[in-house]
């Protein structure tokens, strides 16, 4: 039995012998709080100069808090690899492994001596720190609940991640017999499974032109990575999902940690100075880094090639298969003869390789034309990007007053609540996207405004889910997405406001087409209510027909919350309700332009066609201009320009025709930069070619 004094005897012998780590965090910890906020009180005193003493105190909270916790992240994950590293470095020299082992002392206290004192080399510098910023905060008055709490929630968060990514480094440590190898085996535990998940996703891009990289930032297995999983704990600090992430990290770090001790109390004491100290896990180690390695090789090959030949990828996995594997054969036996040792692994490498390509490029799993079958769905959501692209979404788990990351992605948004219970119809319109699929690789530049993709995720009755993306001819599928706009749990999910608390609306601003500006509408709170009532009717009546070839006469921008975030909705002209309201308050919506001062309108027609613009030797035969200076002319124009700003999701205006109008005074004016070619006058479509 380990006597408590020898105990401790040990502990601060082991914390002398790395006193260098102890000082280095203590200095890295200073500059990360107390420095950081020294050379940043200037900014504090601004906000109290101008908003007060409480929102003051909010800013001084977020240097330690969620908010300001990327320095502190940093810190955290590399002062683990650093503490894991050196605190069992001693296992790579014989004569020290020697000295330790002579000691009358279990080896499973030994481990636990120096993991604690890894953790101490962390946790009293941070202590020290976050009280220096506590003393600072109260001489300036600037100390509240909020920072204490904040503070040390954060310290909390950072601790749990610290242990997880410390355990996995000791765990490399054990596994390794030197110091380069241990560092090397560190680096592949931090980042083997992005990267894995980043090869798979190029790979089925590649091959598969229905894969949808949505269906990635839910993969679990990125979460064996303690530094991707440490950063999304941090990410997820007051959102919901947060508790589950936690207690994730806290099962990794206890596996770790466990697995480690494991490693060490049968871990060879002749394994100090070779480069693995388990033979058994030689094997297994250098397939799961060959085969990655080779995809990447055989991607890269075939990417660079002129022809983009398959025969590339499958040279490249072969060829880079062997020198891969040579080179970790090299790495294991620290001898370049070897680099051909293993003949059998390096053969079951390459052909693991080559059928992984292989079955991609066939299409052997039927990935493509992959759909669930009906009665296994429980819902559908789906994101048609082309007819909702300019919306924007906030979070609906964070508060609006106070928090200033409330924007959400438009696809996570959509397929995280929207729930389509119609699985006929919908099936029926993925079974035609799935026979009508193109592959947006062959498509020119200009075919964009002609077929448009959207993401689809399954949501299934055994709880698991599956994504797909499809790209179709829009006008072919017009039918469909009418369908889909006629589906009420549909457009409450893509347009927000339908399902908003109208109460958060502080400021209802216009687009303003004549002036190119945004305006507010002065509204009292009972007509502030009556619009957006009108528009909420006007979009549950709205086409997707519409969105397509109607040209907006304006645009609603909402401002919500504190933090005004903001949201826009077109209005298009099949808004009724919508318009005779707001001409009602005395607001202009004429968009017509003034064509008194204008001296010429200059047309440029953009040659998109990728294939010609690589093979053009000359550049100006990218593009035509015309100038138009009859006055005849230029209004049969200008009735046709509409403004650049609201015509994105329309189909009928080529993207390829820009207008500038120049006027007399020698200035200009892109801000009506789109053309509807069918209001143009025959005589001017022909001299344009259209």
Request: hydrophobic letters at 45%.
């Amino acid at each position: 039995m380990t006597s408590k004094s020898l105990y401790f005897n040990l502990l601060k012998e082991d914390i002398k012998r790395r006193i260098w780590t102890l000082s280095l965090s203590m200095l890295v910890f200073f500059v990360g709080l107390p420095i950081h906020v020294l050379l940043r009180l200037n900014r504090i005193k601004k906000i109290l100069e101008t908003v007060g003493i409480e929102k003051a105190r909010l800013g001084y909270a977020s240097f330690a808090n969620n908010d300001g916790i990327g320095i502190l992240l940093a810190i955290t994950a590399a002062g683990a690899i650093i503490c894991g590293i050196s605190g069992f470095s001693y296992l790579y020299s014989k004569s020290k492994v020697d000295l330790y082992h002579s000691i009358p002392v279990k080896r499973e206290k030994l481990f636990v001596i120096t993991y604690i004192n890894g953790v101490i080399i962390y946790v009293v510098p941070y202590l020290i720190n976050i009280l220096i910023y506590f003393m600072i905060g109260a001489s300036k008055q600037y100390l509240s609940g909020v920072a204490i709490r904040g503070a040390m929630f954060a310290f909390a968060v950072n601790l749990i991640g610290y242990l997880f990514i410390y355990s996995v480094t000791i765990v490399a440590v054990m596994m390794t017999g030197n110091l380069i190898v241990g560092i090397l085996g560190t680096a592949v535990f931090m980042v083997y499974a992005p990267i894995l998940l980043l090869v798979k996703s190029v790979l089925y891009q590649t091959f598969f032109t229905t894969y949808s990289a949505a269906g990635e930032t839910n993969n679990y297995l990125a979460y064996v990575s303690p530094v991707f999983a440490y950063n999304q704990l941090v990410n997820y600090m007051g959102k919901s999902g947060f508790a589950t992430k936690m207690i994730g990290l806290i099962l990794g770090f206890i596996i770790a940690s466990v697995l480690g001790a494991l490693l060490y109390k049968f871990r060879p004491s002749e394994a100090a100075g070779k480069s693995m100290a388990f033979k058994i896990t030689q094997a297994p180690i250098k397939i799961l880094i060959v085969l990655p390695t080779a995809l990447v090789g055989g991607l890269l090959l075939m990417t660079i090639s002129e022809t983009s030949s398959f025969v590339w990828m499958l040279f490249g996995v072969i060829f880079i298969s062997f020198l891969s594997h040579g080179m970790i054969e090299i790495i294991y036996n620290s001898d370049f003869k070897c680099i051909i040792e293993n003949k059998i692994q390096l053969v079951l490498c390459m052909m693991l390789s080559v059928v992984i390509v292989g079955s991609a490029k066939l299409d052997l799993a039927h990935y493509n034309t992959y759909i669930p079958k009906e009665d296994k769905i429980e819902s559908i959501s789906i994101d048609l990007e082309y007819f909702e692209k300019d919306i924007n979404y906030y979070d609906k788990t964070l508060d609006l007053t106070n928090n200033y990351n409330n924007y959400i992605d438009s696809t996570v948004y959509k397929l995280k609540n929207m729930k389509l219970t119609d699985i006929k119809n919908t099936y029926q319109f993925i079974q035609y996207a799935i026979a009508n699929n193109v592959d947006t690789k062959k498509l020119q530049h200009y075919s964009f405004q002609t077929y448009t993709s959207f993401t689809v995720k399954y949501n299934l009755k055994n709880n698991k889910t599956a994504y797909r993306r499809y790209t179709v001819n829009i006008t072919d599928a017009m039918d469909y997405f009418n369908q889909l706009y006629d589906d009420d749990t549909y457009k409450e999910c893509v347009y927000q406001i339908l399902s908003l608390d109208k109460s958060l609306v502080n400021v209802i601003q216009y687009y303003n087409v004549s002036n190119g500006i945004d305006e507010a509408i002065k509204l009292s709170v009972d007509e502030k209510q009556e619009l957006l009532n009108l528009l909420c009717e006007d979009i549950r009546s709205l086409t997707a027909t519409e969105v397509a070839k109607s040209v907006p006469v304006t645009e609603l921008i909402l401002r919500l919350g504190e933090n005004n975030v903001k949201q826009s909705y077109y209005i298009y002209p099949e808004f009724t309700k919508t318009i005779e309201f707001m001409k009602s308050l005395g607001i202009s919506l004429d968009s017509s332009i003034d064509t008194k001062n204008i001296a010429s309108i200059i047309v440029t027609d953009y040659n998109y066609e990728i294939e010609e613009a690589e093979n053009s030797e000359d550049y100006d035969s990218m593009f035509k201009t015309y100038k138009f200076t009859e006055k005849k002319e230029i209004e049969e124009i200008a009735n046709a320009l509409e403004s650049g700003r609201l015509i994105y999701n329309n189909i009928n205006i080529p993207s390829n025709l820009n207008a500038c109008i120049m006027y007399n005074d020698g200035s200009e004016d892109n801000e009506f930069s789109s053309i509807n070619i069918e209001e143009l006058p025959e005589s001017i479509r022909q001299e344009m070619g259209y």
